[in-house]
């Protein structure tokens, strides 16, 4: 079944792509996105909004939408060892300043609703990309499947915004530069505790092979993660019983281990994030854009994937929306394609750096200068040192490497 798409065709509903579409519907661009789960309720998806990722949704004009969508917002840091309070500081002091945690299900659908108000608009759930449809060396469609059976959809331009694990990176055959990673990311999450310090805190165990973090998420949930080393998950699991869970939370703050031994089966049903990251050289062909972590696959450190693919939809929508709207020929909207990788690729590769050296600050379990950073931690928080020491970073991971304008 062949079905019409206006002139852009996006795969993923993702903040990337449902922010792209949002701009675009916007500008009277027609603009079809593809999406393969059926609502926006998926778990563990990145949910830390720092101040450019709200910027950005205070440029679009939905500042007073966005404030609506349940949230907390982060002040307070508690750093433990051995499940002792070795610090307590001002979330602003490390970079955090402002930082919120958000429901992505309803920033998505937020997303959704307000391109809804757009005739040329359209979000179709539970259809999957299989391939692209080519002709004359052009990208000009997908092939994708759908409960109905097989469908064909096709555009002057097809984005590919469908994250970390993106069918439109594989089948682009674009050149990746991979970063190896160190550690994964055990993910779940339980009902919020009486004795947490407060819904403004963030508590993280330091340790070298195992360490973690909790925060209160805005579902009213406590979500609490453990840093493993990388593909140490299933020998955990080969311990079988309560071994492996003991394992993770043995070191954590007494009143939070029994609060998840009474959770137990929440800890025994932890989601596996396989954290991998890096960034393909090229985003683009004839007919072809990547953006978000279909491009760049980003590390979880320090929160940034849904703010960068919320600069990249700015970006795109800048260099996109005056080609489309002027009715752009294919060479013309090629050009801006490419583009929004060269005006990117600056921030792509800043950011990456520095969470490649807090990685290496604080996850190598090999490493002496990770043991020396957890040793001199709290010293260093306390006395103001780490926070001036890493004050650009902080800077730049809050606010972005580069100003970001959305001037359509």
Known sequence: MSVPSGRV????????????AYLLARRGVGVTVLETH?????????????RSGIDAFRQMGLGAQFDLIPHIELRTVEIYSNGRLVVRTDAAGLGRGQARIVSQPALLQMLADEAGKHSNFRLEVGVTMRDFLRENDRVVGVRAGAADGPREYRADLVVGADGRHAATRKHSGFPEISSPQTFDLLWLKVPYPDDFPDRATAMFEVA???????????DGQLQVGFAIPKGEFSSLRAGGGDGWTEQLIGRLPAYLADHLRAHREAVAGAVLLNVVAGRLTEWTAPGLLLIGDAAHPMSPVGGQGVNIALRDALVAANHLCPVLTAGGDPSAIDAAARRVRDDRWPEIV????????????????????????YRLLPFLIRTGLLQWLQRKEYRMMSDGVVPVR???
């Open 9 to 20: 065709l996006i795969v993923g509903a993702g903040p990337a792509g449902m922010t792209l």
């Open 208 to 218: 070298t092979q195992r360490s973690a973090l909790a925060f209160p998420t805005a």
């Open 406 to 408: 959305l001037v359509v």
């Open 350 to 373: 800043s950011v990456q750096k520095m969470q490649e050296h807090q990685v290496r600050m604080l996850f190598d379990p090999d490493s002496w200068g990770t043991r020396l950073t």
């Open 38 to 50: 059926t609502d926006f309720a998926r778990s563990f998806r990145g949910e830390g909004l720092q």
